[in-house]
T-cell receptor, first 113, second 116 residues
């Protein structure tokens, strides 16, 4: 099945700086990819997604980049804030497929004052 | 608050026992998804129900089962529990029934199961 993993388990950034969280995948069959944010003691929260036929999508303070050539996607957070401290997961999803997606183990983002 | 309610929040039980986790989806949502999150496995999709019927199956063990009731709440039953079943179990719901996770899914806060 799909294998989605994250390069770094932890990332520390200064408040106000930009954060980049990376994710690699091994199977090209995903129809789209999703980024989730999970704060301590809470369930995952959807941040942004990108279809596999796109290479960039922007949201509010976040941008996801998809490079299918090297099977890599990244989540960029602009002007990182203390509230951005959380674990970030990426997931590859196949439309209408039974075993349909795999989440990576997560990257913990810590925002330093 | 996502609107998805899971009970109990914490559960401690012994090996070999059986437990039932409950999920109440957001009002109007027809799909319910169950996930297991452990330290070494990350977040794993278990199973999806849509309007009472199984919609998609992931890495769910035979010792585990789930169902969705007419009022759309769902229960995840875990039996013959092993130490390795200790994990956070999340439920998510969405209004659409697309097989697999969709971006409109909202997660509950999870049930932390500890098997001793």
């Amino acid at each position: 099945g799909e294998s989605v993993g994250l390069h770094l388990p932890t990332l520390s950034v200064q408040e106000g700086d930009n954060s980049i969280i990376n994710c690699a995948y091994s199977n090209s069959a995903s129809d789209y990819f999703i980024w989730y944010k999970q704060e301590s003691g809470k369930g995952p929260q959807f941040i942004i997604d990108i279809r596999s036929n796109m290479d960039k999508r922007q949201g509010q303070r976040v941008t996801v980049l998809l490079n299918k050539t090297v099977k890599h996607l990244s989540l960029q957070i602009a002007a990182t804030q203390p509230g951005d401290s959380a674990v970030y997961f990426c997931a590859g999803v196949r439309d209408n497929y039974g075993q349909n997606f795999v989440f990576g183990p997560g990257t913990r983002l810590s925002v330093l004052p | 608050d996502s609107g998805v309610t899971q009970t109990p929040k914490h559960l401690i039980t012994a090996t070999g026992q059986r437990v039932t986790l409950r999920c109440s989806p957001r009002s109007g949502d027809l799909s319910v998804y169950w996930y297991q999150q452990s330290l070494d496995q990350g977040l794993q999709f278990l199973i999806q129900y849509y309007n009472g019927e199984e919609r998609a199956k992931g890495n769910i063990l035979e010792r585990f089962s789930a169902q969705q009731f007419p009022d759309l709440h769902s229960e995840l039953n875990l039996s013959s529990l092993e130490l390795g079943d200790s994990a956070l179990y999340f439920c998510a719901s969405s209004v659409v029934g697309t097989r697999g996770l969709n971006t409109e899914a909202f997660f509950g806060q999870g049930t932390r199961l500890t098997v001793v």
